[in-house]
């Protein structure tokens, strides 16, 4: 099953947990549209060649959705359910920390093994370096902004751009530095207003012509792009400004090969932990090896940001 937000390399999981099972004997069932379709019975066998030329896909072959039933009791109830009505008896759920906090209630309440991947582009979780999408959208950020600071150069303009992560900086700062913006503003730090007119002032100075700005969707400053520009534009009229909202074209492509390998990889182990009977559990990466983190500490423990990059950028922009 896929949850949550759609992600690049959900498919390459989908097919390496179809293709597992396969390899195991086991019967393996594609629940679609993540919860709702667990609650309505929206279930489809699938077998090792059910999950062909879908490696290379972007979004989710089983679809996605958020479910609101699911939260309640009665719509868990029904869903377990539907999945003895199937004969289904272990249940690997892709998607991020609503995703996992919904499969640990539901163990809770009915003792039903589960096992989660994470996939978001976000990579917000707890227990893994990487989560699924995280890698893909970094370069298909990198590869947008180099394409507008063509203009921003071409036109000596400033641009702010919005990248997703609403709770999150990891996608901001490594695209800010690896695409080499003047500042970067996160959710995790409030850099301040000042600090942020008191560095394009001096990256004019130092004669730069054209700047660009990350802008992680849930920043701490507060300020959407739009305002950041019109308080920019007040305080240096100097500045031609322009604001860029990247949006869902971040969730969207082809997965990398990082991406495939690592879905690949996690696909294998959520499939042989729950033949362990292993549950509760989420598969992660750790010192690039698959590793286990109990599903509660993935939801409640925090991704931690990387704040040597937040220096890194610093002297960058010099
Ligand atoms: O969690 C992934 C994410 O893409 C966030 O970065 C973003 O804030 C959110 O999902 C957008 O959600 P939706 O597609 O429901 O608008």
Redesign the pocket.
């Known amino acids: 099953m896929t949850s949550?937000?759609?992600?690049p390399g959900m498919n390459a999981a989908i097919r390496s947990v179809v293709r597992t099972c396969a390899f195991h004997n086991i019967e393996c069932v594609g629940i679609y549209r993540g919860y709702e379709g667990m609650i309505e019975g929206d279930f489809k066998s699938m077998d090792a060649r059910s999950v062909k030329g879908i490696i290379n896909k972007g979004g989710t072959v089983l679809k996605s959705a958020?479910s609101k039933i699911f939260r309640t009791p009665e719509g868990r109830q029904q869903a377990y359910h539907k999945l003895k009505e199937a004969n289904i008896d272990a249940l690997v759920t892709i998607g991020?920390d609503g995703t996992f906090t919904g499969a640990l209630v539901f163990n809770q309440e009915f003792d039903f093994p589960v096992i989660g991947i994470p996939g978001?582009?976000?990579n917000?979780i707890f227990g893994t370096t990487h989560t699924l999408g995280y890698d893909t959208a970094l370069n298909t950020v990198v590869e947008v902004i180099d394409k507008i600071r063509d203009t921003a150069s071409s036109h000596n303009r400033l641009f702010f751009i919005e990248v997703?992560?609403?709770?999150?900086g990891h996608?901001a700062l490594n695209v800010g530095v690896g695409a080499g913006a003047e500042e970067i503003l996160i959710p995790e730090e409030n850099l301040g207003l000042d600090r942020l007119l008191e560095s394009l002032r001096r990256s004019k100075r130092s004669g730069k012509s054209s700047s660009i700005v990350v802008v992680a969707?849930?920043d701490k400053i507060g300020k959407s792009v739009f305002e950041l520009k019109d308080y920019v534009e007040e305080h240096m009229a100097e500045y031609e400004v322009r604001v860029s909202v990247l949006g869902?074209m971040?969730?969207g492509g082809a997965p990398s090969c990082f991406d495939r390998v690592l879905a690949s990889r996690m696909g294998v182990k959520a499939v042989e932990s729950l033949l362990d009977d292993k549950t509760n559990l989420m598969v992660g990466l750790v010192n690039d090896k698959i590793a286990l983190t109990p599903l509660d500490k993935a939801v409640k423990g925090k991704s931690v940001i990387n704040m040597e990059l937040l220096r890194v950028s610093d002297i960058m922009s010099t």
Do not use: Y
């Open positions: 949550g937000g759609d992600s958020r991020g978001t582009i976000d917000d997703m992560g609403r709770d999150a996608i969707e849930g869902h971040q969730r």
